[in-house]
């Protein structure tokens, strides 16, 4: 008979996961949904915190667009890669806007995160179009471990 046994993790502070989103370098979350079919779809994207939301855009015409408006259930996890390692996982259920004026700042604020300032109008302008559309997280249950290897 095969032995069970608990993993030691430790548990991060309350506001800790906060800090680790908004963490630079800018790590990128990986985004799970549910397709039509029921099988699972995980990708990367870009995101930002304001307040305890998670924000992120992404095309209504893409397999996760689709999945979100379909559903708004959604998980997200990041993840340090370094020892001693340490992640996040949030649940969380979606509302999504088409507003030009926020498409525009969203878009702006993630390209300035994650490929600079001196980029950023140019990616924001060029991301900020139909059917681009901004996607907010409310947190339902969040997950935030620290120094997995120690």
């Not at 300035?112 to 179009?129: L, W």
């Amino acid at each position: 008979m095969r032995e069970c046994f608990h993993m030691p993790y430790n548990k991060a502070p309350a506001d800790w996961w906060k800090d680790f989103i908004d963490h630079q370098p800018a790590r990128t979350a990986k985004l799970a949904v549910v397709r039509a079919d029921g099988s699972p779809q995980v990708a990367p994207v870009w995101i930002a915190r304001d307040g305890d939301e998670v924000v992120f855009t992404t095309s209504a015409e893409t397999v996760k667009g689709q999945a979100i408006l379909r559903d708004g259930r959604v998980s997200l996890c990041l993840d340090n890669e370094l020892p001693p390692f340490g992640f996040v996982t949030i649940n969380g259920t979606t509302t999504t806007s088409t507003d030009a004026d926020e498409l525009l700042h969203w878009a702006t604020r993630l390209a300035a995160r994650y490929m600079g300032e001196d980029v950023a109008d140019a990616y924001g302008r060029r991301n900020a179009v139909p059917p681009e559309m901004v996607v907010r997280v409310t947190p339902t249950k969040i997950i935030a471990v620290t120094r997995v290897a120690d």
